[in-house]
Structures are given as C-alpha cells and as structure tokens.
C-alpha cells in the first residue's frame, strides 16, 4: 500500500494534478470561513445550532458548514447540482436538447454552458430567499427543534446590506463552480464532486464530536461503529454491477472484417447515488418555504391565526423534525420513489436498444427492437429496487441511532458517507488509471 502511494508521487504529472486539486480544496475552505459583511452574530448562533436540524441540514452540509457561517460559499454547490438535474430532465423533453445530448463533445460544451446561465438564475433566486427570509428574522420556521426567538441577520433591515449581500452570495457560487471546473481541467477527479467531498468531510469530525460532547460515549461507539458499517456496504453496493451481455455480429467494412467481439451493458446497483436524497430534501423544505411565507400565527388568536399556528406545529413537529417517524417514513418513500424516477430518465431503454441495433449488435436470446426494449426496461427496473431501498436505509438508519440516543447535531451522516465513499473510489479509479497507464501498480486490482 505504501508503496502503491510513493508511486503516485513519482509521476510528475500526476503529483502537480493531486496538488493543484489540494490548493483549490484549501482556498475552498478558507473562503467557506469568510462570513458575509453586516449580519447579526447573536443570529448567527441562531443559525448555526438551527442548521444541524431537519431538512436544512442538506444545504449545510453540501456547503461544509458555511452555510450556518452565512460565509460567502453560504449557498455552496447546490445551485449547480440542481442546475445539472434540471438540464437532465429538460434533456428528455426538450428535443433541442436531446439533439446536443447526442452531438458529443461540441454539443455538451453547450449543455455545460447552459447549465452554467441556470446555476447563476437559481443561485439569484435561493440568495434573494434566504435574505429576506432570514434577514427579516422570517426563518424562524425552518428551525424545528429551535424553541428560542428568531432573530434577524439584518438588524437595520434588508435594505441596504441586503442587497449588497445577494450579490456576494450568487457571486460565492459562480466562483465555486469556476474551482469546480478548475479542478475538472488541471486536477484530479471531478470538481464538482472534489468540492462536495470536502465539504461533507469537513463537517464529519465535529458531528462526531458533538455526539462525544454530550456525555453519549456508548452511542459515540455505536455511531462509529454504524459508520464503518456503512462504509462497507457502500463500498460493496457501489462497485456491483448488473452485466448485459451484448454480442456483435461480423460485418464486412472496405476490405476489413469489423465486429464479432462481445461486451456488456453495465447496470450499477445504485444508478442515482444520492440524487434521490436530493429531491427528497428539496421536497422536504417545500412546506417549511410555504408556512414561512404564511407566518406563525396564534393559538389564542382568530381562526386564520389559530390554522396558521397548526399549520406551523405541524410543520415543525413532523415535517422538519427529523427524530419523528413521520418524517423518517416519509423521507425514505420519497427517496425510493425519486431513484426510480430519477433512473428512468437517466437510463432510456429505447435509445438504448435502438443504439444496439445500429451497431449490429444484440442480446443473446433476444430479438433486437421491442423485445430488446421490453427486456432492458425490466432489468433497470428489478435493479432499482435493491439500489432505492439501500439508499434509503443509508440515510434514515443515522437517524433512528441518533433517534435513540436524543441526540440532534449530526444530520445527513449516512449520506456524508455514501457521498465520501462513493466519490473516493472514484477518484481510486481515476489515480489507478494514470499509475497503469505508465506501468505501475494501482490500487485496485
């Protein structure tokens, strides 16, 4: 093993690539502790012990922690994934776009473009949102297991730091997805997952710690103990894969004889990684974002009062609150219902099929066109169903553990480590690509 990582640093090129992506790692943390001009930091306390709770926790974590900082990085990276799953989406209905789809690398420079112009648009909208929401002391609402009163990050109102803060916060995005695609071109990996791993890394150790703190030694070992658990079996269900054989038949090209070789299909377990729990958290906030909007209301108050007041309660008791089987029931069924929706769109079996016939190729034992359509429809919707449910056990089984210890500060922690597995062996396969590409022995064998 040590011997493996010495060869990494022997290689010239990809010793510069590894350190480049560690500077922007490091400047990336540096600016996720930059705190935004003129807020509040008695409501920045506020913030930080409400962002561990709940469905905002996602966006805390995506962010490493700059989010409860309200730093410049405060939106993090989500606006861009967003952005990659609208453009996803869009991909199958838009025609337009389907045709760039297939274009190869001209037409995705396009689509990467795009994606872009919408990342800024919904970096714009989250930014403006959470300004007026929590500038004005309204984000009280996402702060279930938070009993104390809401107080605002602007004290002299939106106007006019708040303005001046949107800006920066849109501008903290742009400049992460520069890095990201920095690191893309001259570093090590995807940047983009290069940034979400370190964010979820970073935010791990004190997770832990706080469950340490808090005198809950036993559920600290069992916390780590659940987490190396898991580790494994992320590992396992990442690297299984379903294989479709597919057989070319020979064919006569000029003079040459092209063809005749077999390959497969690779199906992964786990198609949609953690996208499902994406759409689930996204989800998940809706009623928060509405019932911000309606107010709090008052128990003692008239009837609009008195349903604007239950309507928070409920909201607060079991939408938000993620130590509440309501919401762990409902978190899963929204995970497994988004990886099948998700796969579906990912994975079109018509193309797919249509693809294998124009290359003369085929599955054994059955017939190319509908039959071929009918057959890989089936297999990516048994395979799903293995690949849902184990997602969804990832991320609600931390929170039945903590459930049981009353601890509330470590949200997310089975999608940390589905996230930091997931994209750490891809990275093993990129570095082990590079050392056997100039004769050396990788990591994986």
Do not use: C, H
């Not at 990336?28 to 930059?34: C, L």
């Not at 995506?62 to 730093?71: K, L, T």
């Not at 004290?155 to 903290?172: E, F, K, M, Q, S």
């Not at 579906?344 to 054994?364: E, L, N, T, Y």
Request: net charge positive; glycine share 10%; no cysteine.
């Amino acid at each position: 093993m040590l011997s493996n990582v010495k060869n990494i640093f022997k290689v010239e090129d990809l010793r510069n690539k590894i350190f480049f992506t560690f500077i922007i790692v490091a400047l990336y943390r540096v600016g996720a502790s930059i705190r935004v001009p003129g807020v509040d930091p008695l409501a920045i306390d506020q913030l930080q012990e409400g962002a561990q709770n709940g469905a905002l926790g996602l966006f805390n974590l995506f962010s490493g922690g700059a989010f409860e900082q309200f730093s410049i990085f405060a939106l993090g990276i989500m606006p861009y994934i967003t952005a990659s799953i609208i453009m996803q989406v869009l991909g199958v209905v838009i025609p337009k776009l389907e045709e760039l789809q297939q274009q190869g690398a001209v037409g995705q420079r396009k689509i990467t473009q795009y994606t872009r112009y919408v990342t800024i648009a919904l970096a714009l909208l989250q930014a403006t949102v959470l300004v007026f929401l929590f500038g004005t002391g309204g984000g009280g609402a996402f702060f279930s297991a938070v009993q104390a009163p809401s107080v605002p990050l602007l004290p002299d109102g939106v106007w006019p730091r708040g303005y001046l803060i949107i800006p920066t916060l849109v501008a903290g995005t742009a400049v992460l997805m520069w890095m990201g695609e920095l690191i893309s071109q001259r570093g090590i990996g995807n940047g983009m997952s290069m940034i979400i791993f370190a964010s979820v890394v970073a935010g791990m150790p004190g997770g832990f710690y706080g469950v340490w703190q808090v005198n809950k030694q036993f559920w600290f070992v069992a916390l780590v103990l659940l987490t190396l658990g898991i580790i494994v079996a992320v590992v396992f269900v990442e690297l299984g894969q379903r294989r479709i054989p597919v057989q070319f038949a020979k064919r006569v090209v000029g003079r040459r004889m092209m063809g005749g070789q077999n390959t497969y299909i690779p199906l992964k377990v786990n198609q949609s990684g953690v996208i499902p729990i994406i759409f689930a958290s996204s989800i998940l906030l809706l009623p928060a974002i509405m019932s911000s909007f309606l107010g709090n209301g008052s128990e003692s108050g008239g009837w609009w009062d008195r349903a604007r007041f239950e309507i928070q309660s409920f909201v607060d008791g079991y939408i938000l609150n993620s130590q509440n089987i309501v919401y762990i029931v409902l978190f899963a069924v929204l995970i497994i219902a988004f990886a099948y929706f998700y796969n579906s769109i990912a994975f079109d079996p018509v193309r797919q099929a249509d693809q294998i016939r124009r290359q003369g190729g085929f599955i054994p034992g059955v017939r190319p066109g509908p039959q071929t359509e009918s057959y890989l429809a089936k297999a990516v919707n048994r395979i799903t169903l293995p690949g849902a449910v184990f997602i969804a056990i990832i991320a609600i089984l931390p929170y039945i553990l903590l459930w049981a210890a009353d601890v509330n500060n470590f949200p997310f922690a089975g999608t940390s480590v589905l996230i930091s597995v997931g994209v750490a062996l891809e990275l093993m396969r990129q570095i082990d690509s590079q050392l056997m590409l100039r004769n050396y022995e990788g990591f994986l064998k």
